[in-house]
């Protein structure tokens, strides 16, 4: 009663009828183009001076498939294979040897977003003398369409899929999957009307399983011309005569007018029904089953059924056929059914289903009032593939297309660059964002002996931040079009044969800290903007690099605290000149109701003049402390409030605008474990900030106390100057919107106020998140501190909130240890090892500041060592979030008081 269970591959012998009597075969010439009716048909691995032909059955002119694809090579099928039945197209195949992804590029002949039907054949014919059966994937553009399992030699195998292709061309790529090289016979595109299959949309296409055409057993396929758009209608030849009976019509048989599938009379002409005395008979039903083949990617693949009917017989007075329709065993059809005579009818499923594990079985039962058994004309069977993957950014996708046929690079750089992400270009990064095209972020073509000019084709990679160019044989000057590379914040030039200078825009996106330019060992190139003359041999150092710093760092000393800060806010509505409220979405909001001008320029009476500056610092009298990039000054506002000014020594020319936002950006920055910045200065030359005043100096120094009289820090006080910095900084990753990462997290950016309550300062140097969704951040330059440097930002520059979180390991290890983060023991040792090792022993004391010894509990110690070993794993996976940080500190503060009480 039931039919045996077919997959798509699981039988072939009908594509063999096909070619029954094929051999004699037309040679067209300059068959190149679409055909008119937008047909595609490729023959792949034929030779480009074999030129096109028409297929003997259909007529379809076919062609070679160079220039469909620059991948793999022709091979031609075993003789003992070649049978005069044998179709043209299976006689040779291009097959894809060492290759991830082999793809052909086809042209949507009919318009973006057309829906198509394309088909993919296979004959093995042990064309690489192997003799062996591979199996590999296929995808359509950046999605999965297949597993394709070759189980025969000698038999064509076929893959269909009908989807919407978005683009102006589609991709049909083979990948390797490590189970034999991937080929392919043939491939066609066929456009179908867009109402056709109205299960296959924008975001999911069907995968053919079977298309049967039922009552013509030992018949030929039914396809082009009969069938429009050239579906393949295979005789379900498996026919046991004992079960089922043959019917035909000599007649037309007619579409009903909306049913829109288009099955070709041909095909409804002929049906089967139970062969009276048989068991299906017995039971009125007929049962036919599918497996839908699963695969790795689809393990319980979602199917859509269509059932053609049309009643072939004349249906005498009293007489009636009426049947209801099943799907594993579940009611598919509303109301029962009765075919009209020689009309097509059809029952379909819009919702795909699902959860049978891929087998699926349909039932078609005669009613009790029905006097005829069921009858069932043809069936096609589904299973559905996502096509929600979106392509690369299609300008991204162009030049990368340029910059691969200049290069004739191979590497495995086919199909898209940045999708599927298993499958991305070698030496690209991309970024993902959910139904956003990927974007290309990162690109070394580092040591690949490139030549000629720098073209402008990488000035086309919107989104790129690091360009690698570094060890090529590029010539020519560099092309300033890359300064216009709006995220690019690291270039690397270094050993090409470049000359000229450094062109003007990249200079000023260097010196406003946006870019890190790499570009010694170019012997030709001036390093010097104006004049132009060879570099002198640099000293050994690798790189020049040109660091322009953005001002920014505090080192403060000296007194005040929240107090002064309080009257600070208390008082400042009221003065000119003076600063704002801290909250400044208040301090805004309360005072622009007049207008947006108003607000504007509340907002600027954050901004001092120089004359300011001198009268504030009494003319630069007292230096608190010279850092890297300046010096700061003790000063006090006209309110009498204790202010540190850094004041940048050199003249720069970092824009007036890029300072303001930035300066801007920190005013409103504003947390009880954060330095707060009072004000800047932009006036001429002159750039500074001005920051509230700690009169407790740093941490380092508290640790390893540059005045000796000082009385060191407890543990308790320890702990809690650890906790409340890992709030500040839990603030900057977490609360801050955009989120910051500080980027130089260390002893002497932790300062404190004249209570020891400790507040992160020198976050100036933070860079806002990007907003493309990338997790990380860049480096506008080299920043941190020896010791402090997370593995991946020194290795790839590379930061993100868990460098910080590495960097604050480092001091939780200095608290503990009240040791440098690089000792001297007699060789230089990262405090991260030494600390390692002493625990290893199992031996806390060992490790505890001998300034604490004995006053503490030692569980507490023990666990803040824990939380900085986790802190400082070398995968940024594996360390904690700020906020764990902050709560198990928490805990630990909350053990340690315990102890003490
Ligand atoms: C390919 O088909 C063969 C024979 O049907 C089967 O044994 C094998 O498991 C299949 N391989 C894959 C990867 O599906
Ligand atoms: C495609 O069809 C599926 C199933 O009906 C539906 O969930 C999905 O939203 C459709 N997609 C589009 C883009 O219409
Ligand atoms: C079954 O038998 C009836 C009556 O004997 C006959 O009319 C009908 O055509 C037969 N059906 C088939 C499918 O053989
Ligand atoms: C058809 O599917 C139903 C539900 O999965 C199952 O119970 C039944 O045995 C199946 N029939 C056949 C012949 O596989
Ligand atoms: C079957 O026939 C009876 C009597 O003619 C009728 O009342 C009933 O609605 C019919 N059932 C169906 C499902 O057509
Ligand atoms: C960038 O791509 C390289 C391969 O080209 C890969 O090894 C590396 O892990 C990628 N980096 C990131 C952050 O994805
Ligand atoms: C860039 O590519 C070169 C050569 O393939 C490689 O040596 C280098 O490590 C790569 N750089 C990065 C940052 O991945
Ligand atoms: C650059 O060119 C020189 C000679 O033109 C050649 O010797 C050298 O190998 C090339 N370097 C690279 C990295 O391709």
């Not at 073209?455 to 020519?476: E, V």
Request: neutral net charge.
């Amino acid at each position: 009663m039931a039919r045996s269970t077919r997959g798509a591959m699981a039988d072939w012998s009908w594509l063999l009828l096909l070619l029954l009597g094929l051999a004699g075969v037309l040679q067209v010439r300059g068959q190149r183009a679409p055909d008119s009716t937008g047909f595609v048909s490729i023959d792949c691995g034929l030779p480009e001076q074999a030129g096109g032909y028409a297929d003997a059955a259909t007529k379809l002119p076919y062609v070679p498939d160079g220039a469909f694809t620059d991948a793999g090579s022709n091979r031609d099928i075993s003789p003992e294979y070649i049978k005069p039945s044998l179709s043209k197209r299976y006689l040779n195949v291009r097959s894809f040897p060492g290759a991830a992804r082999g793809c052909y590029t086809l042209p949507s002949t009919v318009a973006r977003g057309s829906k198509y039907l394309l088909r993919a054949t296979f004959l093995y014919g042990n064309y690489d003398g192997l003799g062996k059966l591979p199996v590999f994937d296929l995808h359509l553009g950046v999605n999965f369409w297949r597993t394709v399992n070759i189980t025969t030699a000698d038999k064509p195998q076929m893959a269909e899929i009908i989807a919407v292709v978005p683009d102006e061309s589609v991709q049909v790529c083979l990948v390797d999957t490590g189970s034999g090289t991937p080929f392919i016979s043939a491939l066609d595109l066929r456009p179908v009307r867009d109402t056709l299959y109205p299960q296959a949309n924008a975001t999911q296409a069907l995968v053919l399983v079977d298309r049967s055409n039922l009552g013509v057993s030992g018949a030929a396929l039914v396809r082009y011309p009969e069938d429009p758009y050239d579906r393949v209608w295979i005789p379900w030849s498996e026919i046991d005569s004992n079960e089922w009976a043959e019917i035909s019509t000599p007649e037309k048989v007619k579409e009903l007018a909306d049913l829109r599938f288009n099955a070709p009379s041909a095909v409804m002409q002929t049906a089967i029904a139970p062969r009276n005395g048989s068991r299906s008979a017995s039971s009125r039903t007929i049962e036919l089953s599918w497996d839908a083949a699963p695969n790795h990617a689809y393990p319980d693949p979602e199917v859509i059924g269509i059932v053609y009917f049309a009643e072939l017989e004349v249906v005498a007075g009293g007489a009636a056929r009426q049947f209801e329709m099943a799907i594993n065993g579940k009611l598919w059809s509303k109301a029962p059914f009765t075919p009209q005579h020689l009309i097509c009818d059809a029952f379909f499923n819009s919702e795909a289903h699902r959860g049978f594990g891929g087998h699926y079985n349909i039932t078609l039962k005669a009613t009790a009032n029905s006097t005829l058994l069921p009858t069932i004309n043809a069936a096609e069977f589904f299973s559905v593939v996502s096509t929600a993957n979106v392509a690369t950014d299609a300008k991204d996708v162009v030049a990368m297309a340029a910059i691969k046929a200049k290069y004739e690079v191979k590497k495995n750089w086919a199909g898209d660059p940045c999708a599927p992400k298993t499958l991305v270009w070698e030496g690209l990064n991309c970024s993902y964002t959910i139904s956003m095209p990927p974007r290309i972020t990162r690109l070394n073509m580092s040591f690949g002996g490139l030549s000629g000019s720098i073209p402008s084709h990488f000035a086309n990679l919107k989104a790129i931040k690091y360009l690698d160019l570094s060890y090529n044989n590029f010539t020519g000057s560099i092309p300033n079009a890359l300064s216009e590379l709006p995220f690019l914040v690291a270039l690397d030039l270094t050993g090409n044969q470049l000359n000229g200078s450094i062109p003007s825009g990249l200079m000023k996106r260097i010196q406003d800290g946006s870019l890190t330019l790499r570009y010694g060992k170019n012997p030709n190139l001036c390093s010097n903007g104006s004049s132009c003359e060879p570099t002198k041999k640099k000293s050994k150092s690798m790189f020049a690099v040109y660091i322009v710093v953005p001002i920014l760092a505090v080192v403060v000393i000296g007194a005040l605290a929240m107090l002064l800060l309080l009257i600070l806010r208390k008082k400042q509505g009221s003065r000119k000149g003076s600063v704002k409220p801290q909250n400044e979405a208040s301090g805004v909001h309360s005072q622009s109701r007049n207008s947006n001008t108003h607000s504007m320029l509340q907002l600027d009476h954050r901004r001092f003049t120089y004359k300011d500056l001198q009268v504030m610092t009494n003319n630069f009298k007292t230096v608190l402390g010279r850092g890297g990039f300046g010096s700061v000054y003790d000063g006090f506002l006209a309110d009498g409030t204790q202010v540190a000014v850094k004041l940048r020594s050199e003249s720069s020319s970092q824009g007036i605008r890029e300072f303001l936002t930035e300066a801007q950006t920190l005013t409103k920055i504003h947390h009880k474990n954060l330095v707060s910045m009072v004000g800047y200065c932009k006036d001429g030359e002159y750039m500074a900030l001005v920051y509230e005043h700690m009169s407790e100096g740093n941490l380092e120094d508290k640790l390893r106390g540059k005045d000796s009289n000082s009385r060191s820090l407890t543990w308790r006080q320890r702990l809690r100057i650890a906790m409340e910095s890992a709030q500040g900084l839990e603030y900057l990753h977490v609360a801050c919107s955009p989120a910051f990462v500080h980027r130089d997290v260390k002893t002497s950016n932790i300062l404190l106020n004249v209570d020891l309550e400790a507040k992160v300062a020198d976050f100036g140097l933070l860079k806002a998140f990007n907003q493309d969704g990338d997790t990380h951040v860049s480096t506008a330059r080299l920043v941190g501190t020896r010791g402090y440097l997370a593995p991946e930002y020194a290795a790839a520059l590379q930061l993100t909130e868990k460098s910080d979180v590495y960097s604050f390991g480092v001091v939780l290890l200095e608290v503990i240890t009240g040791r440098p983060p690089i000792l001297q023991c007699p060789e230089p040792t990262n405090i991260i090892q030494w600390v390692r090792q002493h625990l290893a022993r199992g031996n806390i004391e060992d490790v505890a500041d001998i300034h604490i010894q004995g006053d503490y509990d030692i569980n507490s110690v023990w666990k803040v060592a824990d939380i900085a070993l986790k802190c400082t794993a070398q995968a940024p996976t594996q360390r904690p979030t700020m906020t764990k940080v902050v709560a198990q500190l928490q805990e630990c503060l909350k053990l340690e008081e315990q102890h003490i009480d």
